[in-house]
């Protein structure tokens, strides 16, 4: 018998489930401690968790197999059912990394005994746990003292203070101006440098004198170093590492590239588990690599992946390394054959990503030959450097692409020309000496990439969780996207001088994570890492209690409240903009009168409004500034109504000689009579 659990159909208590009065939030009823964390069936799947309890209960059913996500949250949702079903029979947990009939088929010829995971289990409940202590808490606490709601949590909080000490770093920036000078050798171009390596010149007038001094005059090679430089290719993908480059490269957001992947592994089943922090692969594994290539051996990557298969591979620590695996290995294809043409657009963009760099981990590394040359002309000191490709190596897989954002950024100012055959010793008189100007720029505002990467480097959430942190602090207000940009809102600059100290850094919540991970692995007590969050949410409460700081609501409009003349607050919702009143003795809410279309903006990717103008309607996405024109008059139907259309139609018309054409020109004359 197979049954499911739509996610979770049972999580812990309300506090109302404790004392009714708590359904009211007060000031004065916080903090919220049980000593026992009590379990709830969730309201909206309860029907199904009647269902799941009737199996358990039957007297004819002696064995139970957890099938759920192989990873924390999977073993919490289950154990948490099995809890409130009161089971005490023995179980099995079936534990895969791919959802392909065969990985399934030699998964439940391999069950493990469901005691094996009471660890990691325990650090799941504690997660849970701790979380709904501080976040309640916290949240309660702040919303209560500040009227307003304000939410804080463990992980969402520091996230935010990250966002908002980028934020400070920018406002505190100030830009100088800088010279760069340029020196035109005749068969090559250097760049001056000063005693430090430093090519920026912050005085003007040192620069002109700079630039009159080397003019005409001639100098020599004192240093070349020629040396070959080998680049590895990168190591497999883990979830936040390819969220990483879907952001930079696709402009997908976090919790966009988290669902498109959830459907190429449950629904197509073409790649392995997606939540995994790991990005190697086990021994185990290596005799099942040539099935995935030749798997993916098709379309645009058969040229790629088929010489592969005519040969032995090469399985290096890179590639395959037990010790830097845990629960799961990194995202790569499974050995499912693909149809490319029955995936959307978003899933084979994706799909491209994580292909591309499972067959670039088999290839040889690119080899280059990099030349430094260092001239002194007039006792000052010139440089230049040039690179010679070799060997393409693995990024002959990626088009023989060499340089990331990253690499392109740093080396702006000096560049990495083609150099002419050199030797030590070699004279050169100077053609043309230029000054190029510059201003130092403040550090950039955090894309998504960039801020899942210091997430992973401080420790805050897990793989399947940091996506969804950071649309919960867009969905509350607190951060909005600009473009590709994460910017703080006017909520989120007061919330993070409003929530606790020591709740704004990174470093309590990733000592929280790590210690998670020893309660996994054995190495910590539940019970000790429950009474300190205990502790930690009574300061926190009190802290915020006795706080005498004020919240300033940031998004007051200049309209008034018709009922009671307070002014109305600016709100954005999936509709639009809606006026509310802050008193809450009224509760009147209108709408702004802003309508959202259904078309998205071809840079964030949000809803754009809709508006009319002289011309007719057009949309319009304020963040990026895009307009486009809607053709009122025009016989456009959207793809939902053709597709019902075309159906309609092609039930009606059977013959041979109904094609497409023909069907959508009938549509086309039925909608617009």
Request: some cysteine; glycine content about 6%; hydrophobic content about 35%.
């Amino acid at each position: 018998m197979v049954t499911w659990a739509l996610g979770h159909l049972v999580g812990l208590a309300e506090p109302e489930d404790y004392d009714s009065k708590l359904g009211t939030w007060a000031l004065e009823d916080l903090p919220i401690l049980p000593g026992q964390m009590k379990l709830k069936v969730l309201r909206e799947s309860n029907h199904q968790f009647k269902a799941v309890q009737q199996l358990m209960q039957r007297q004819d059913v002696g064995q139970l197999i957890v099938a759920t996500d192989a990873a924390r949250e999977g073993e919490l949702l289950a154990r948490w059912i099995i809890d409130k079903a009161k089971w005490k029979k023995p179980f099995q947990r079936l534990w895969i990394s791919s959802q392909t009939d065969k990985a399934i088929k030699e998964g439940f010829a391999s069950l493990k005994p469901g005691s094996q995971f009471e660890r990691l289990y325990q650090s799941a409940r504690c997660r849970a746990e701790a979380d709904w202590m501080i976040g309640l808490n916290v949240t309660r606490a702040l919303t209560c003292k500040f009227g307003t709601p304000l939410s804080a949590g463990r992980v969402q909080t520091p996230t935010l203070g990250m966002i908002m000490q980028r934020e400070n770093d920018i406002i505190a920036f100030r830009s100088e101006e800088y010279s760069v000078l340029r020196i035109d050798l005749g068969t090559f171009e250097a760049i001056w440098r000063d005693a430090n390596g430093g090519s920026r010149i912050f005085n003007t007038a040192k620069a002109k004198e700079l630039q009159e001094k080397l003019n005409g005059r001639t100098g020599s090679i004192v240093k070349l170093r020629k040396s070959e430089k080998t680049i590895p290719h990168p190591l497999a993908y883990d979830l936040t590492e390819l969220q990483r480059d879907a952001n930079r490269l696709l402009g997908f957001s976090a919790k966009q590239t988290s669902n498109v992947l959830q459907k190429l592994y449950e629904q197509h089943k073409l790649v392995t588990y997606p939540r995994t922090d790991s990005r190697y692969l086990t021994s185990d594994m290596a005799d099942t690599l040539k099935e995935r290539l030749s798997s993916i051996a098709i379309g645009p990557y058969a040229p790629l992946a088929r010489p592969l298969l005519r040969a032995k591979l090469t399985l290096g620590k890179r590639i395959i390394d037990d010790s830097k695996v845990t629960d799961h290995h990194a995202i790569i294809p499974t050995e499912q054959v693909v149809l490319l043409n029955a995936l959307s657009t978003e899933e084979r963009k994706l799909y491209d990503l994580i292909v591309k760099r499972f067959i670039s981990l088999f290839y040889p590394p690119a080899r280059l030959d990099q030349v430094d040359v260092t001239i002194n002309i007039a006792a000052e000191t010139l440089f230049t450097k040039g690179t010679t490709i070799k060997d393409n190596g693995w990024r002959v897989v990626y088009g023989g692409q060499t340089l990331d954002d990253d690499e392109a950024e740093d080396g702006a100012e000096e560049g990495s020309a083609v150099l002419p055959e050199l030797r030590e010793g070699e004279s050169f008189t100077v053609k043309q000496c230029r000054i190029q100007g510059g201003r130092t720029l403040p550090p950039k505002r955090y894309t998504e990439a960039a801020l899942l990467t210091q997430m992973e480097k401080h420790g805050l959430g897990t793989p399947a969780t940091r996506a969804d942190i950071i649309e919960k602090l867009v969905s509350s207000d607190t951060i909005e996207r600009q473009g590709n940009l994460l910017h703080p809102t006017g909520k989120g600059k007061q919330l993070i001088k409003l929530a606790p100290e020591n709740l704004r850094t990174p470093e309590l919540t990733a000592r929280w994570e790590a210690e998670l991970e020893r309660i996994a692995y054995g190495q910590g007590k539940p019970e000790l890492f429950l009474n300190g969050i205990r502790e930690m949410a009574q300061g926190f409460v009190s802290g915020v209690k006795n706080s005498e700081a004020a919240y300033v609501p940031h998004n007051i409009s200049t309209r008034h409240c018709p009922d009671c003349n307070t002014r109305l607050l600016e709100k954005k919702t999936k509709r639009g903009l809606v006026l509310t009143c802050p008193s809450e003795d009224c509760g009147y809410r209108r709408s702004d009168g802003v309508q959202l279309s259904n078309r998205r903006c071809a840079q964030c990717k949000k809803k754009m409004e809709m508006k009319e103008g002289k011309a007719g309607l057009y949309v319009q996405c304020k963040p990026c500034g895009i307009t486009e024109m809607v053709n009122k008059d025009s016989k456009h139907i959207n793809k939902r109504e053709q597709q019902k259309l075309v159906q309609e139609y092609s039930n009606k018309q059977e013959s041979a000689g109904s094609n497409l054409g023909e069907l959508l020109k009938a549509a086309m004359e039925k909608k617009n009579k």
